[in-house]
């Protein structure tokens, strides 16, 4: 079964700096999704960026990039000039690549919580 | 992007009685949705996969009998719980994803605070 574990329950980081967010996960598939969602007080589950593990680049959304290490199987979320409306808790999330339900259900990692002070 | 509804966003209800929690895709057709529950300050803890058509797949430790799914057309699943205890008290959301192309995201409802006194 797959993992994902982020060793970080909470991280901040001062406005318009920058900051990293851990995520491993364990995985014996060669090809699968990787997600960072962000859950701010709404609760409602926003998806900020996403990797395809065959792809070598690095996904990047504007403010928000990953650093992919497939080898290391690591999956690190960088927030750059970092805003108020950032706080949120952050959740690592896999999905493998079959379209069966296996493949269809997201995994996800205990979350990062992440303060942003002004 | 598709939009997951889910209805109702909160609920109170006495204990020993149900409450049925709805989950619609608005515009796609979404064979397979996941019910997830969430804990104060915890994960997303998967619940069970609903299947249309079929009988729904429940993960290790759920009460298939307590948490009855139903996923009776295209764009609806709904969750019910039985006999509602206190401890059922979480927040649920549920999610689906427009098949069949295999790089589409999955979409999340709005979740249900539900609350059992």
């Known amino acids: 079964a797959q993992t994902v574990t982020q060793s970080q329950p909470e991280m901040s980081v001062q406005e318009a700096e920058t900051v990293t967010l851990s995520c491993t996960y364990d995985t014996s598939e060669s090809d699968y999704y990787l997600f960072w969602y962000k859950q701010p007080p709404s609760r409602q589950m926003i998806l900020v960026i996403r990797?395809?593990?065959?792809?070598?680049q690095n996904a990047t959304e504007n403010r928000f990039s990953v650093n992919f290490q497939k080898a290391a199987k690591s999956f690190s979320l960088k927030i750059s000039d970092s805003q108020l409306g950032d706080a949120a808790m952050y959740f690592c999330a896999y999905r493998g690549s079959t379209n069966n339900n296996a493949g269809n259900m997201l995994t996800f990692g205990g979350g990062t919580r992440l303060m942003v002070k002004p | 992007g598709a939009v997951v509804s889910q209805h109702p966003s909160w609920v109170i209800c006495k204990s020993g009685t149900s409450v049925k929690i709805e989950c619609r895709s608005l515009d796609f057709q979404a064979t397979t949705m996941f019910w997830y529950r969430q804990f104060p300050k915890q994960s997303l803890m998967l619940m069970a996969t609903s299947n249309e058509g079929s009988k729904a797949t429940y993960e290790q430790g759920v009460e298939k009998d307590k948490f009855l799914i139903n996923h009776a057309s295209l764009t609806l699943s709904t969750l019910t719980v039985t006999s509602a205890h206190p401890e059922d008290s979480s927040f649920y959301i549920c999610?689906?994803?427009?098949?069949?192309?295999?790089?589409?995201?999955?979409?999340f409802g709005q979740g249900t605070r539900l609350t059992v006194v």
């Open positions: 999610s689906a994803r427009d098949p069949p192309d295999r790089d589409t995201e999955a979409f």
């Open positions: 990797q395809e593990a065959y792809k070598q």
